[in-house]
């Protein structure tokens, strides 16, 4: 009885503070944006509320979009971008993707990044948080390394066991290096070398990647 | 049926007299169901024992009403409330549409609200962050992010007094968050020590900061 009565709180309530929320929302874009393009991000957002989407950053899109002077149009393009971007980082990454990981997910596949790159780093580090490496990944296609080379340099690292403190110390040499003049794909990738060949974490798994294969020992 | 002679007792006299002695037994223990629920009958009929004392203490219990109970007493009896579950559920949707609309008269309507509340709030929600900009020329620099609503008025830089250093601190929510550095009101910025992000689709990159995700950023 009581399970009963509880489910059917939630049942009922669950609109109601959804409904709260979207006027919330409403408010908060009337203060800052003509009325039309509110009414128009309103609707985005309740549109990603209703797909289970974070919602805070397609309304900072909004308001970045009106003090960055964009027009009507530009701004409900970046907050639609945005809300795909979200979905498809979702999609990619897989159920149970905390609400930060689609936010740094949608950022890296609107730089450029294939969705398939985001899976893979989902399987590199199954059950990890995956915020740091996506923010890397982002970071190096927005400064230039091409898309398949930076994903094969952070999905070699984060496969590899590398930490995020690690990540973003790989993602400061690489910066480095392309200021210096090097390449940006070459960079990258000989970063990551380098680690893999110093770090205690990248010889192990060097060193575990050389063991015979147990299952093929036993194959005649 | 009765008169048909059976087969197995013509051809057994010893398996018929089982039978019988069987039948006799259940017949038996019919008559004894019968007594013991005659007897069970008869005893809830008798009258309680009469336990003054108990009957006493019962007596006083009944009597005692709880909505009578006043103090501390109140406040640890297990009964103090009787209510069916209907009223108890429009109590709590009550309440809650209560606190929404208390919460939405309270919630920060400018910028500038938002970051002092962050600024003063000690919850471990939050985590102290210091923004650093070498700006050489500029008169003015402001953070803009996801935090501050991206007004570039809310959350000015102080001048570090000698060079060129602007300088910020202030509490964030933990998790990612998009922001860059306004200059003179008029030129934006990324922070050239901060991961970048993708075009925002406006023209323009933000830096990115994960806030406790991340030593370093």
Wanted: hydrophobic share 45%; net charge positive; with cysteine.
């Amino acid at each position: 009885m009581r399970l009963v009565l509880g489910l059917a709180l939630v049942v009922l309530l669950a609109p109601a503070a959804r409904a709260g929320d979207a006027a919330s929302d409403r408010a908060r874009l009337d203060a800052r944006l003509a009325s039309d393009v509110a009414r128009q991000v309103a609707a985005l957002v309740e549109d990603a509320r209703a797909a289970g989407l974070p919602t805070d950053p397609l309304i900072a899109r909004a308001f970045e979009g009106a003090s960055r002077g964009a027009d009507a149009a530009g701004i409900v393009n970046g907050v639609r971008r945005q809300s795909g971007a979200q979905l498809a980082a979702r999609g990619a990454l897989g159920t149970g993707t905390q609400p930060d990981e689609i936010v740094a997910g949608a950022s890296a596949l609107l730089a450029g990044v294939p969705p398939d790159s985001l899976a893979r780093l989902r399987l590199a580090r199954p059950g990890g948080n995956l915020v740091i490496p996506l923010v890397v990944l982002c970071d190096l296609v927005a400064r230039g390394v091409p898309a398949d080379a930076a994903s094969v340099a952070v999905v070699t690292a984060a496969r590899a066991g590398a930490s995020d403190g690690a990540l973003l110390r790989m993602r400061e040499r690489i910066h480095t290096g392309i200021e210096n003049g090097g390449a940006p794909a070459g960079t990258a990738g000989d970063v990551v070398r380098q680690w893999l060949l110093e770090s205690p974490a990248g010889k192990t798994s060097k060193q575990k990647g050389r063991e015979p294969d147990p299952q093929r020992k036993k194959a005649p | 049926m009765a008169d048909r002679p059976d087969p197995e007792r013509a051809a057994n006299p010893h398996s018929s007299e089982r039978a019988a002695n069987a039948h006799s037994s259940e017949r038996a223990s019919a008559r004894e169901e019968v007594v013991i629920d005659e007897r069970v009958r008869a005893a809830y009929r008798l009258p309680s024992p009469a336990d003054e004392p108990a009957r006493a203490r019962l007596l006083a219990r009944l009597a005692a009403d709880p909505s009578k109970r006043t103090g501390w007493r109140w406040w640890l009896a297990a009964d103090a409330f009787r209510a069916r579950p209907i009223w108890v559920a429009a109590a709590f949707v009550a309440v809650l549409a209560g606190g929404a609309w208390l919460g939405s008269r309270v919630t920060p309507r400018t910028a500038n609200d938002a970051v002092a509340i962050i600024q003063s709030a000690a919850d471990p929600t939050t985590a102290p962050v210091t923004f650093v900009l070498r700006a050489p020329g500029a008169t003015r620099v402001s953070v803009v992010g996801d935090f501050n609503n991206w007004d570039a008025s809310s959350t000015p830089m102080e001048h570090s007094g000698s060079g060129d250093l602007w300088v910020l601190s202030l509490r964030l929510p933990r998790g990612v968050h998009l922001y860059s550095f306004v200059l003179d009101g008029a030129e934006w910025r990324p922070d050239p020590s901060a991961p970048l992000a993708a075009d925002d689709s406006f023209g323009g990159h933000n830096s990115v900061i994960v806030v406790d995700g991340a030593p370093g950023l």
